[in-house]
Nanobody, 123 residues
């Protein structure tokens, strides 16, 4: 059974930082590309960042470039999202997802999803 479990969310003031983690089990983590998505109330789930199976390539939504960093530890079957300079508009539920195949920012192409972790940024 494949499981993706996010953690690290919480309440932070604008300008602050959070580090999200996504621990996986039940899949061969090192052959999956991983992604982070987010969904704010009343909005579509949107792509945040992705990383290739080996960690050599990472890519970001334009609004996150320079503020967010995705990384992974294949020995720990875990992917991370370091978020700096947080803004109130970053408030959302953040989800990690896994997919086999080349890099993609399309949520429909991801095979497995976590339950999400809430991030709230106060002004």
């Amino acid at each position: 059974q494949v499981q993706l479990v996010e953690s690290g969310g919480g309440l932070v003031q604008a300008g602050g930082s959070l580090r999200l983690s996504c621990a996986t089990s039940g899949l061969t983590f090192s052959i999956y590309d991983m992604g982070w998505f987010r969904q704010a109330p009343g909005k579509e789930r949107e792509f945040v960042a992705g990383i290739s199976w080996g960690g050599g390539r990472s890519y970001y939504a334009d609004s996150m470039k320079g503020r967010f960093t995705i990384s992974r530890d294949n020995a720990k079957n875990t992917v991370y999202l370091q978020m700096n300079s947080l803004k109130p508009e970053d408030t959302a539920v953040y989800y990690c997802a896994a997919r086999r195949g080349p890099e993609s920012s399309t949520k429909g192409l991801y095979n497995y999803w976590g339950q999400g972790t809430q991030v709230t940024v106060s002004s």
